[in-house]
């Protein structure tokens, strides 16, 4: 019994929002291989379990599990919270990783002009190239997902956050993020 107590102690758990693509997939990949739980995060359920199965494949589906979050829904948020709180009563890492552009985005035009770019970040006209198209609802949209719902997670999480004096919240953006007034 003590042995069992001693590794519930010690081993570490994680979030990652947006855990599904990109840095987010590549964050829950690094965190598990490094012997930290952790909790795969998507909007949609599908393109999640299809991340889990992918990193299970590298051998990793020690450390995994999935859970459906949406994090501009509070209920979605809850829902994580408890079941953190009854699945393992603890949480050492937040990663707010879930995002939306809150435009649409040629992504063929933003990676050649990131990759053939020697000034960072690129300027005004390029971007004008890379924002297809912009409304007052994917705006309102970004800041739902982008804004409350990171503090929403926050929020939801730093009781379970709060027990442990190692525990970190990592916060990801991208220049996509950047909010011009």
């Known amino acids: 019994m003590a042995e069992t107590c001693d590794f519930l102690a010690t081993k570490r758990y994680a979030v990652v929002s947006g855990g599904n693509k990109g840095?987010?997939?590549?964050?829950?990949?690094?965190?598990?291989s490094k012997g930290v739980m952790v909790v795969l995060t998507a909007r949609d359920e599908k393109r999640g379990f299809q991340a889990l199965d992918k990193l299970k494949e590298s051998?990793?589906?020690?450390?995994?599990?999935?859970?459906?979050?949406?994090?501009?829904?509070?209920?979605?948020?809850?829902?994580?919270?408890?079941?953190?709180?009854?699945?393992?009563?603890k949480l050492d890492i937040l990663v707010n990783n879930a995002a939306v552009a809150g435009a649409n985005i040629n992504y063929e035009i933003?990676?050649?002009?990131?990759?053939?770019?020697?000034d960072w970040p690129l300027g005004e006209e390029v971007w004008n190239e890379?924002?297809?198209?912009?409304?007052?609802?994917?705006?309102?949209?970004?800041?739902?997902?982008?804004?409350?719902?990171?503090?929403?997670?926050?929020?939801?999480?730093?009781?379970?956050?709060?027990?442990?004096?190692?525990?970190?919240i990592v916060n990801v953006s991208s220049n996509l993020g950047v909010l011009e007034v």
């Open 23 to 32: 840095i987010g997939l590549e964050i829950c990949k690094q965190l598990a």
């Open 59 to 89: 051998g990793l589906s020690h450390n995994l599990v999935f859970h459906q979050l949406d994090v501009a829904n509070p209920i979605s948020v809850a829902s994580l919270a408890i079941f953190l709180n009854t699945q393992f009563g």
């Open 110 to 118: 933003l990676t050649t002009a990131v990759e053939k770019s020697s």
């Open 130 to 168: 890379i924002i297809t198209s912009e409304t007052y609802y994917m705006v309102q949209d970004c800041l739902k997902t982008n804004y409350y719902g990171m503090k929403a997670m926050v929020e939801a999480l730093l009781p379970l956050l709060n027990l442990y004096d190692s525990a970190r």
